[in-house]
Each structure stands twice: as C-alpha cells, then as structure tokens.
C-alpha cells in the first residue's frame, strides 16, 4: 500500500520560489498532480514524488516535513565579503553554496588522505594579517614561488604554470563554469571566486567564466586570503573598500604587477594603448587592473584613467554577453567537464587512493562527481596528462 504524508503547501511554494521555479507550472505536471489536491493548506504526497521534488527544487527531502521553509538553508559556511551596490544582492546563494560545500567535502577529504605521508606545506599559511605590508608578502611570495621562472607569452600556458607550483605546495586550485551537475552556470556578477583557508590544505575556487586574465588576478586574490588565513567569497569589485579584500587586491596586483618593472615599462612606452595592450601580454592581466595599478602608481591622471576605463567596461561587457550566449558551456561530457574543474592534485590522489584499494570505487565516483567506471578508468589511463 502507497504511503502518502502531508506536506505543507506553503513550504513547497517557499521552496519553488527560491529556486526559481513556478509552482503553478508545477501542479500541471503528471509527476505532481497532487499538488492540485490541496487541503487546508496540506498536499498529500509520496515519499518518491518528494525525493522528485527535491532533487528539481534543490531542497532536502527532510525540510519538506517542517511547517515552516528553513529560511537559512543557504547561508554559507564561510565569510561573505561582498557589496553589492544599489541593492542588487542576489535573493539567495543556492549555486554559491552547493559549490562551496562541494569544495568543503574535497578539502576534508584531501587533508585526510595526505596526512599519512608526512607532507611539506606552504609555509605561508595562514602566517600574515592585515597588519602585515601587503607589497612586502607579495615579494615573499613571489620570491618562494619563482614566478620569475614562468615566462610565457601564452595566458593558458602562463594559467597552468601558476597552478602547478601552488598544487606543488598542496593548495588545491579548483575551477569551473558550472555546477558539479553541470546544468546551472556559475553567475559571474555573483561570485569570481573563494578562498578555503587551513593550515595544512587551503583550497581556491575560480570562477572559470571569467577571463583568462581576471581568473590569474583571482588566483592571487585568494592566495592572499590563504596567507592571511581568512576564508571568504571575494568581492567582485577592484575597488572593494572591505579591508580584507582590499589587502588581497594589493597583495595580487604586486605579485602580477611590481612597481618597478611597471614604472620601467611607462618610462619607455609612452602611448598608452600600447602600454595597456603589451601589459595584457606581459603581465597576464585584464585591462581594469592594469589601469588601476597605473592610477594607484600615480602613472596616470584621472581624466586619462576614467575614459580607459569607460572602454574597458563596455569590452567587458561584451565578452560577459557572449559568455552568457555561449549556452554550450554549459554542458559537455564528464571526463571534459572533471578535467577542466578538478585541482589535478585532488583527482590524481582520488585516482591513485582507489586504484590502491584505500577508496572504494563507489567514492571515487561520487568524489570526481562522475558516473560510471568506465570515465573513471579513463580519467586513470591519464591521470599524470589531465
């Protein structure tokens, strides 16, 4: 016999509206007929048509049994450092928050795992504060890392280099354009990405549909949340007046953009596009944090600063709207899709975990968010290549 078990209607409602789905669109769907047979504010619905529920509107099965929404179901587990200006805040962080707490489940995993081989980490974790001078940890860093190493002209291949030597410390970059269910893009007016700070395994997540050059400016901004040891959601804005966020802007624009070799460049390059079109070559950044950095430098007068900066914008802007257009993005198959967004370091450890018999294949899968063993005996067949 079908067990039915009375749900509040209110809650269900709740539910649609933040995840953004229509509960009138709903009651005409087969699935949830029920929903049409509502009764004193109660629908009478069976296990399997929550569970359908659920997954569509991205709200635990549990919650539906409450009289009231769990209003604080997506507040995140970290630091939120963003301003959003005229009230333009997003109703809520559901996308946000699944990533966050997918990025979470990595992290504890890796620390786990690592601690049995007795590993060297980056000894700049967690080892400065804002009361520190953000130019002087950049030169720290830069200098420990030998960034001065990575001379490539090419952003992807410059990208990858950078990755590498943080993963080499064991901070785990990771970066997508959507979800781990690849279905919902990752709003990039919402989030460029966060920082996981920890002694021992700091995680970074970028917003991978970002440009190139604004994802190397993120990578920096969260490494300096990982020195400071502040874990957080950065703010979008280069301008951010929260201290945290603007000590790692800084701390991000001296590792990319030293002021002496800025100032060299302006000594000889007199014609400002030019500057600006070799920095993006030079230096692997956007347009918008060059012509911060000259303003900030007083390379630049304001009226100068604010015209470029007006031209910037609107080519930003429309790389955004074709970004936004690109709908294929979206998808793609797993093996692509977990190349592309997992930290190499974290999938090669999964790989070598399971293939040694420490994780079942059953975890592996659900770890790399990936469906069968067949992409995962793929994913091995590569792993020192992917």
Known sequence: ????????????KWACFRAGEMYSALMEDKK??????ENKGYVQLTMSTLQRLSKLLRYPVAYFFFEEPVYDYDKLSINDFRKFPNSSEPKNNIDLKEQIDY??????????????????YF???????????????????????????????????????????????????????????????????????????????????????????????????????????VSGVSDTDLFSKVKTEKWCNEFAANILMPKDAITRDYQEIKDLEQLISN???????????????????NLIKEEQFKIKYEEAEEKYKNFITKQNEDKKNGGGNYYNSVKSRESQLFAKSVILSTLSGETTYRDALNLLDIKTIKTFNKLSSTQWSF
């Open 1 to 12: 016999m079908t067990e039915y078990f009375s749900i509040k209607a209110s809650v269900i």
């Open 123 to 229: 000894k700049f974790n967690s080892k400065f504060s804002i009361t520190d001078d953000p130019i002087a940890v950049a030169r720290s860093i830069s200098d420990f890392l030998h960034l001065e190493t990575i001379n490539s002209l090419n952003i992807s291949m410059f990208f990858k280099s950078l990755k590498e030597k943080l993963e080499n410390h064991y901070i785990l970059i990771e970066s997508s354009k959507v979800l781990k269910n690849t279905k919902y893009r990752l709003n990039l007016d919402e989030f460029r990405g966060f920082a996981l700070a920890d002694k021992k395994v700091p995680l970074i997540f970028i917003n991978a549909n970002d440009s190139s050059h604004g994802q190397i400016f993120t990578l920096f901004h969260e490494l300096g949340h990982i020195c400071l040891g």
């Open 103 to 120: 990025c979470i489940g990595h992290q504890d995993w890796f620390r786990e795992y690592i601690q049995d081989y007795d590993p060297v």
């Open 32 to 37: 949830f007929a029920n929903l049409k047979k």
């Open 279 to 297: 920095s993006q070559k030079k230096y692997h950044v956007s347009s918008f944090a060059f012509l911060i950095r000259l303003l900030n430098l």
